[in-house]
């Protein structure tokens, strides 16, 4: 049985692809078989964070138009051989997307995958509207302060309302991903607490992200942060995330750069 | 230089109009026939009031002094006479209204004043869900939320806002002139509060009441917010 899941933010620069791209490579390492697609027509990204950005043929809007079939877009990743990346157009915008094409995408991957994670656009317009339009689940990315949790609840509302699941009167499952967590700041009084944020959003936590230099690096690499360095504080929060999406039960920790005190000791001579 | 203003000729306009008058046609006995007008305006005393009345006198045939008569009996009821019509122009005097002719029939519209609807007491409203930031709720009664406003969210009520929980977003309760409507919550955080337009922004809020349980009224023109417990 096929999982729609959305990762969407309202806010933009939260981290909603690079959380899209490190649950999609987590879930192919624990075997899923999972195809991430980018939904930000006009500024597409997560297949550079991906990596697959020079293999690039065909894209979302091809598909859409009935231009080129789904399997001739559809980006095998080089390193995880079940992960797939259905890239967005550069050169469109995100009106060239239509409720019916996607609904049409998202129903024949739905026969392919077990896990479709759609990468939503910032903002409330078309592209964030379609990218949660067809969800079974969503996965709210949040960073600890008030402006990215206020947007948060805005699209938790409409989640609960303009997706396909609300309008039949089920529930879309949502759960809350925050993101750039620094727990030095946070225990300062620096950033919204880990309470405060799940107070205000009144929805369950399904991981604590720590900022980190691992994200970035891995980026700029265009690898997951998974694949990259599975070991850093960031990739085990995402797989433990992981985890709890595949309905395990995982405490729940901050998780902490491990060689900090070293790095701190020996960080000055290397400068 | 001396100018003298001519009189400008001011030429005498003349306009048609029409006008819709009541008829009456008198039938003999003329007693008995104003026994009931008499009947009728027992019912109802103001019927004819401001009402023009023509007289259509085709069906009796009145000499001169009894038109005159049936005039002023009229006249004694309030019933001013406006013209008079089927009979020849030698009955009727100067001191008489004037005779009319080519007068047509037309479908009268009574413009009866209508009961006041008794409006049935609008429904209250009960959300069992938070109301997240961005949705605007609107209801012409009570609106009772079970968890929390979030900020950005608006609640506009015609009756009271009850809030279990805390009160993020704007809260407008009594919006349609009801000065006795509330705003009830666990947690006051509001942006703002109004009452039958009455509001108060998260500014003026004491400071001392954020984060509790509160309720905000009107007193006069003057909103009262006093925590709960």
């Known amino acids: 049985m096929a999982k729609v899941l959305v990762v969407t933010s309202g806010k933009g620069g939260v981290g909603k692809t690079t959380s899209t791209a490190a649950l999609g490579a987590a879930l192919a390492q624990m075997g899923e078989k999972v195809v991430v697609i980018d939904f930000d027509v006009g500024l597409r990204n997560l ?51 239509t409720d019916e094409g996607v609904g049409r995408i998202i129903a ?16 409330i317009e078309r592209g964030a509207m379609l990218a949660m339009r067809y969800a079974d689940e969503a996965v709210i990315v949040t960073n600890p302060e008030v402006s990215s949790v206020r947007d948060s609840d805005r699209i938790i509302g409409m989640l609960d309302s303009k997706t396909v699941k609300a309008e039949r009167g089920e529930r879309v499952e949502k759960h809350i991903l925050i993101t750039r967590y620094d727990s030095a700041r946070a225990s300062r009084g620096e950033m919204l607490s880990i309470d405060d944020i799940l107070e205000i959003l009144a929805t369950p936590l399904l991981g604590i992200i720590p900022e980190s230099q691992d994200v970035l690096r891995a980026s700029n690499v265009g690898s997951p942060v998974t694949l990259n360095n599975a070991a850093s504080a960031p990739a085990r929060a995402y797989t433990d995330a992981v985890r709890r999406l595949m309905g395990e039960i995982v405490n729940m920790t901050v998780p902490v750069e491990r060689k900090r005190l070293m790095n701190r000791l020996l960080g000055r001579r290397a400068a | 230089m001396d100018a003298i203003a001519k009189a400008t000729r001011q030429p005498v306009r003349m306009r048609g ?29 103001g019927f004819f009031v401001g009402k023009p009345v023509v007289l259509d006198l085709s069906a009796v045939d009145l000499s001169q002094s009894a038109i005159a008569h049936l005039v002023t009996s009229l006249e004694q009821r309030n019933i001013r006479v406006l013209g008079v019509e089927g009979v020849d122009a030698d009955r009727v005097t100067t001191s008489m209204p004037p005779l009319l002719t080519g007068g047509r029939h037309c479908i009268l519209v009574q413009n009866e004043p209508k009961k006041p609807e008794t409006k049935p007491k609008p429904a209250s409203l009960v959300l069992e869900s938070p109301v997240r930031s961005g949705q605007s709720i609107f209801s012409e009664g009570d609106v009772t939320v079970l968890g929390s406003v979030g900020s950005g969210a608006e609640i506009v009520a015609g009756g009271s806002i009850h809030v279990y929980g805390a009160l993020r977003g704007r809260a407008i309760a009594g919006f349609s002139g009801n000065s006795a409507a509330r705003i ?46």
């Open chain 1, 47 to 97: 297949d550079l964070v991906m990596g697959a950005e020079r293999r690039v043929v065909f894209d979302l809007i091809n598909v859409v138009q009935g231009v080129a079939k789904l399997s001739q877009a559809l980006i095998r990743d080089k390193r995880l051989e079940n992960l797939w990346l259905l890239p967005a157009s550069q050169t469109r915008d995100k009106d060239a997307l």
């Open chain 1, 108 to 123: 024949e991957l739905r026969a392919k995958f077990d896990w479709i994670l759609c990468d939503s656009p910032a903002g």
């Open chain 2, 17 to 45: 109009r029409s006008y819709v008058a009541f008829t009456f046609c008198p039938v003999v006995p003329l007693a008995g026939w104003l026994e009931e007008i008499d009947a009728t305006l027992a019912r109802s005393p």
């Open chain 2, 184 to 229: 009830f919550c666990q947690k006051i955080e509001a942006e703002l509060l109004a009452i039958d337009g009455y509001y108060q922004t998260a500014e003026e809020i004491d400071v001392a009441l954020r984060n509790r349980p509160a309720q905000a009224w009107l007193e006069g023109d003057v909103m009262k917010i006093a925590p709960l417990n």
